[in-house]
Structure formats: structure tokens, C-alpha cells
């Protein structure tokens, strides 16, 4: 797929880290961006600065994205690329000083990480298969979800992060072979350690263990914004 100012995009979890980079990178190929989020100040403020629209969604609400892909639709017409980075992130260990993990918690990080993304694949997918294809292959949309390398190698304090991004990297090719015949391309991407609100938001312990896991390089803080390293890294088609 091209990106050009023909293409609708949707990005959750598009105000800050990898989403607002992602969104930054479509919007600078000419794409029309709708960010998801749940964050208004951040949002709205990023929507300004590339020229985009951010619409308040909670992706663990049906009502909700429905609402921001009729939104979306409104606004810059079908959309053709969804890419899900909305996810959560908080530490706890399996069991801690005599207690067990905070089950609400292990259950809010798969609600908004697994079942966020699966739901708005779903819907957007639903709404994906009813347009026209875009090439002669009967190309309509691509579909890019964010999985992680602790979908692999999880860390302590990372049970409920892993089973959820575990449970995305699953997905990807059930959800490819749904999708294959209306021309729906599936993909899902498992980014290692890199500076994001996300990823400070861990205490500073947490935060060295990690680091601690990259063996080359050694510095584990990557010198760069999310902004420059897709915009070396991304290529010109989605």
C-alpha cells in the first residue's frame, strides 16, 4: 500500500511513544491520521502538531471505538491502516511479601493490551472488507499490532505485560488467514527496550533489570526519539 493523502490511518495509543511516532512518520508521508487515545492534552496537542485528528477512545469499550472509527471515517473517510499500540505496563511479581498478584491489575493489563487490540481489529476489519480494493490483488487494508520481545523473554514483575503480548503474537496469524481473503494484510511487530512515557513510568530499578538484559549495546537507552528512528527505519509503503 502507498501512503499518500489518499490513505486513512488510525493509530491507538497515538499520543505518546511508538503511536505518536508511528503517527508522526504516516502523517509525513501525506496520510490522514485519527489518534486513539485516552490521554485528551497529549493527544490533542500532537493532532495540532502534524495535522492530524485525536478522538477520545478507550479501547477496552466497544461504544468507544466504534465511536472513534465512525470518527475517523467522518473525518478523513474509510480507513485503510490500523495500527495498534495502546498497552499498559505495571510491575508486579507473581507473589511479593506475602501476597499474591493483584488479579485486577493481571486482568486490566490483558483487558487493554490482548482484548484492546483484537477488538479494534475486528471492527476496523469488519469495515475494512466492505471497501473497494486498492490494487489488483484485491488489496483493502493492512492491519500492524505491536507485540513485544517480552512476548519471548519476559522479565520479573512482567507476568501479566508477557501473557499479553504473548497473546498478540499469537493472534497475528490466525487473524492473517481470517483476514487473507478480503485482502486484509496482518502483521504484528515485538519491539525490544526503548525510551517511552511507558517505559519511565517503571521505577528505576525495574528499569535498570531491563537494561541489564541488552546484551549489544551495552547502554541501554537508546540516544534517539521514537520520531527519527522510524523515520530511518520505516519504508515509504504500508
Known sequence: MQLNNEIAAVVTGGSSGLGAAT?????????????FDVNEEAGNALAQEIGA?????DVTSDDSVKAGLDAAEAAHGPTRILVNCAGIAPVAKTTSRGEPHPMDMFQTVINVNLVGTFRCTSFAATRMANLDP????????????TASVAAFDGQIGQAAY???KGGIAALTLPVARDLSKSGIRVM??????????????????????LGQQVPF???????????????QSAPTQC
Open 23 to 35: 503517527a508522526r512518520k504516516l502523517a509525513s508521508h501525506g496520510v490522514k491520521v485519527t489518534l
Open 53 to 57: 485528528q485525536f478522538v477520545k477512545v
Open 134 to 145: 486498492l490494487t489488483e490483488d484485491g488489496e483493502r487494508g493492512v492491519v500492524i499490532s
Open 162 to 164: 508477557a501473557a499479553s
Open 188 to 209: 504484528t511487530i515485538a519491539p525490544g527496550i526503548f525510551e517511552t512515557p511507558m517505559l519511565r513510568g517503571l521505577s528505576q530499578e525495574v528499569q535498570d533489570s
Open 217 to 231: 549495546p551495552s547502554v541501554w537507552v537508546v540516544v534517539m526519539n521514537t520520531h527519527s528512528w522510524l523515520k
